[in-house]
């Protein structure tokens, strides 16, 4: 299966209390963190939630 990989360009300190667990849950907890995983429904989703703090490469 494909994989993609996601940064976290925008700081966390401005999202809600749900998209910071969107960002747990993309293992993404430090600014500029990147993360790499598979590229499934469920994962681009939460990509898509968090779409204006996160950058897929």
């Known amino acids: 299966m494909s994989k993609i990989r996601v940064k976290l360009v ?9 998209q910071a667990a969107v960002l747990d849950g993309l293992n993404l907890k430090k600014l500029n963190a990147e993360s790499e995983l598979e590229d499934t429904p469920a994962v681009r989703g ?12």
């Open 46 to 57: 939460m990509v898509a939630k968090v779409q204006h703090l996160v950058k897929v490469l």
């Open 10 to 18: 925008r700081s966390r300190i401005q999202a809600d209390k749900r």
